[in-house]
């Protein structure tokens, strides 16, 4: 959706723009002397960043110089005496700021993908300098006081859009505040900053540290040969040779707990996981966690709200903490209720081999894969050798994008890039013209945040002449010498879903950034990348890509249909450990007084138990002291979005099922009416446009197999 420019506005533009950074000239020629690549617009393809170029020592430099150019800009807007107007003061707002932003976009997904000791010691030096430089901007009453008499209606299309989404910035950050209370807002803010970086410094040390060491092979039985063999090398890396080292994953379960035979080191790997940041060194976490909480419940009140969740979901789908919590606990009950039974059908398998024991976290997915095995004659190991990482990446992920959209892949050699593992394409459209660059970081290391992302080097926008440049970052297990890299179909899963993000940033067709692409509300962010999940299992597209590694052979239409009659299998389990981490971030972020904050691991079990989610069987996703979504991520209060995004999923899902399925057809219309939209729309309307009818809860309770 292009909203043109008249010439008449145009010229207007320019004689504002003139005026009104004028005074900056001597600053930005000042600039374009300075020699460092991220103070310099690239001269890359697309301003892809110039990895080879960019060394640590250049951060700090352009920190510099972007906040001194960010504050003449905001100071100029500040101070323009000419009646406000919608050029001179949110366009100008939404344009400042260019090189600041270049720089931090590089810098984060550094610190997230590769980081070292020096990018970690600037992250704790600036985060409180960019919190307060923040706070500056919207903060400042008079630009908000600007942006409050803008006569909207003589704006149209996006216009409209950014001025309210300005709007609601300033007011969300605090802008009608009194003084005293704003210096409040500022103090509250710097601490969070210097905190939130801390828990996640504190985190990657506690991956790193907890990792299991084990003394003998014997141990490790039921471990591939690989695995066995990557392990030795990783103890050997960390000083102890002859012995085998278990890296920990970010979530509680560990992949390996599926295959490992010895119930004592499933046990170990477990409580390695669970126990990772609680044990009172300086990887310990919940004495930070409590002061987040507490600081976030004191800026919500604040800003006159009850508690935090309250004021976080302003602006977003569900609106209030009520209504999410309404959705969590209609499939908590009918998610619990399944995984009782998935319990009880494990216990009967134990009980059948003379176990002699009870059910245990550690048991969990060890016999869930006998059942599996015994209900649908499917086994993962089975399964692997047909899921190599690039012939589900070309043959899957982009044949699926190819299939629904009509965009192609071409592999770049020559463009440079932050680690010799990440690799680049580029991306071009149906009628042939290149839109985008796309890199994949793919394989875990100890400078890598756990989990899996999408991020944007260079958002869209027509406003700037830009496209996309976008990489995805995953953790999976790099593959020894020689040896492919087979992935599980969990893996398989969450490759086809960061590239629906991608394609959400991909096909972003607005006039400006902040309104482009993935800059949408955080539970509708996940709904694009859910729905491409489903490409994974559309039969033309899974022959494509499940090729045996030896054989060469298609996966065989048997096997196929194991897959699908298993598609809901495990279920309540899955679904009943991401409810838990969404309730116990929910019920953090809406205590009301002080008092209520107890011990972080007392209150985590009573908020589990309150809502029904306390099952020693199934643990959350994510404990309390580990969960980086919520303390050192942007998921404050809003783990729930996935749930949220997943009805979205699940209705939208159950519409492209009866309309033909994931063809060309329904591609082209939900690029239309979801992927290209951006935040430019009513995102309520534009998903009631696709399927016909509000959200209904029941589309998931359906495809879950409750």
Request: proline letters at 3%; hydrophobic letters at 35%.
């Amino acid at each position: 959706m292009k909203n043109c420019l008249t010439k008449k506005r145009a010229i207007y533009l320019i004689m504002v723009n003139v005026v009104l950074f004028s005074c900056t000239s001597n600053t930005k020629e000042k600039m374009n002397k300075i020699d460092n690549p991220l103070v310099q617009k690239s001269t890359l393809q697309y301003q892809t960043p110039p990895f080879d170029k960019i060394k640590d020592d250049d951060f700090v430099p352009a920190f510099k110089e972007g906040l001194k150019q960010h504050n003449i800009e905001i100071d100029a807007i500040t101070n323009n005496t000419d009646a406000p107007t919608f050029e001179n003061t949110v366009l100008a707002l939404e344009l400042s700021g260019e090189v600041l932003g270049r720089a931090k976009s590089v810098f984060y997904n550094l610190t997230g993908s590769n980081t070292n000791p020096k990018l970690q010691a600037i992250e704790k030096e600036y985060a409180p300098i960019f919190s307060a430089h923040s706070d500056k901007i919207y903060l400042n009453s008079k630009i908000y006081n600007r942006i409050k008499s803008l006569d909207i209606s003589t704006l149209k299309g996006e216009d409209v859009k950014l001025v309210d989404y300005y709007l609601k910035k300033f007011e969300m950050a605090g802008a009608s505040l009194s003084s005293d209370d704003k210096a409040k807002m500022m103090d509250i803010n710097k601490k969070l900053s210097v905190l939130s970086t801390e828990f996640s410094s504190r985190l990657l040390k506690a991956r790193k540290d907890g990792a299991l060491l084990v003394d003998t092979e014997a141990e490790l039985d039921g471990l591939s040969a690989d695995d066995i063999n990557r392990a030795k090398a990783k103890a050997k890396e960390a000083g102890h040779d002859g012995k085998f080292l278990l890296g920990l994953s970010n979530t509680t379960q560990q992949p390996l707990l599926a295959v490992l035979k010895n119930r004592e080191t499933r046990k170990q790997l477990f409580k390695a996981s669970w126990l990772r940041s609680e044990k009172n060194n300086d990887a310990d976490t919940r004495k930070i966690i409590k002061e987040i909480a507490l600081l976030r419940m004191q800026k919500a009140q604040l800003m006159g709200k009850k508690n935090y969740a309250e004021w976080n979901l302003q602006n977003q789908m569900a609106k209030t903490p009520e209504r999410a919590l309404d959705l969590l606990a209609e499939l908590g009950k009918a998610s619990v209720g399944k995984a009782n039974k998935e319990a009880a059908n494990i216990q009967r398998i134990i009980d059948a081999q003379n176990g002699g024991f009870k059910l245990e976290p550690w048991d969990w997915n060890f016999y869930a894969e006998q059942v599996k095995k015994a209900k649908y004659d499917l086994d993962q190991k089975e399964l692997e050798p047909y899921f190599e990482l690039n012939s589900v990446l070309e043959n899957g992920v982009f044949y699926a994008a190819e299939q629904m959209y009509g965009i192609t892949f071409k592999k770049r050699t020559d463009l440079p890039v932050y680690h010799p593992d990440v690799i680049t394409y580029e991306v071009f459209d149906k009628d042939g013209s290149s839109m985008a660059l796309y890199y994949l970081d793919f394989y875990t290391r100890d400078e890598k945040r756990g989990g899996a992302w999408m991020n944007n080097f260079v958002d869209q926008s027509h406003y700037l002449k830009q496209k996309p440049v976008i990489v995805n970052v995953f953790n999976y297990i790099k593959p020894t010498a020689g040896h492919p890299s087979l992935i599980s179909f969990d893996n398989v899963t969450t490759m086809f879903h960061e590239f629906g993000h991608t394609l959400h940033g991909l096909f972003a067709n607005q006039q400006y950034v902040s309104l482009s692409g993935t800059n949408v509300p955080r539970d509708y962010v996940e709904f694009p990348s859910q729905i491409n999940e489903h490409a994974a299992l559309e039969p033309a597209i899974l022959k494509n890509y499940a090729i045996h590694y030896k054989t060469k052979e298609a996966i065989p239409q048997a096997l196929i249909d194991k897959i699908m009659k298993a598609s809901t299998f495990n279920s309540g389990y899955d679904v009943t450990e991401l409810l838990a981490a969404s309730v116990i971030d929910m019920m953090w972020h809406t205590v009301e007084n002080e008092a209520d904050f107890k011990p972080v691991l007392e209150f985590e079990n009573e908020a589990l138990s309150k809502n029904g989610l306390l099952v020693n069987e199934v643990p959350p996703r994510y404990h309390t002291p580990y969960f980086a979504h919520v303390w050192g991520g942007g998921y404050a209060a809003g783990y729930y979005a996935y749930t949220w995004s997943k009805t979205l999923d699940y209705n939208t899902y159950d519409w492209i099922k009866a309309h033909g399925g994931m063809n060309r057809e329904n591609g082209e219309r939900f690029r239309k009416y979801i992927l290209s939209v951006g935040n430019s729309v009513d995102l309520n309307k534009a998903f009631t446009d696709f399927v016909g009818h509000d959200m209904e809860v029941e589309a998931y309770i359906n495809n879950a197999g409750f």
